[in-house]
């Protein structure tokens, strides 16, 4: 017997969304600090391997983002499949 535990799939969502939406102000917070910061550095070479870095960063910060939004809709959609059958399967007998 499976048994699924809709509030608790929706608990984990709702934290993913709050990772995710925390996620997008870090971005938005480095983004600000890197505004602010790549006039400071006198050497050619160490602000370019600071905005490599902060480049490399961001891409992560992407990808993390695009399978953390993957992960919420695939778990929703998931769980809300299941309860419409299961309901569909009690209105059988009814």
């Not at 870090?26 to 160490?46: A, C, F, R, Y």
């Amino acid at each position: 017997m499976i048994h699924y535990n809709y509030a608790g799939i929706a608990s984990v969502m709702a934290e993913a969304t709050q990772q995710k939406t925390q996620l997008i102000q870090l971005v938005q917070d480095m983004t600000g600090i890197k505004n602010s910061t790549q006039s400071l550095w006198e050497d050619p070479e160490s602000a370019e391997a600071f905005r490599a870095a902060y480049t490399k960063w961001l891409q992560g910060s992407e990808e993390l983002q695009g399978v953390l939004g993957n992960i919420i809709n695939a778990a929703s959609q998931g769980s809300d499949n299941m309860n419409g059958t299961n309901k569909a399967i009690a209105n059988t007998w009814v």
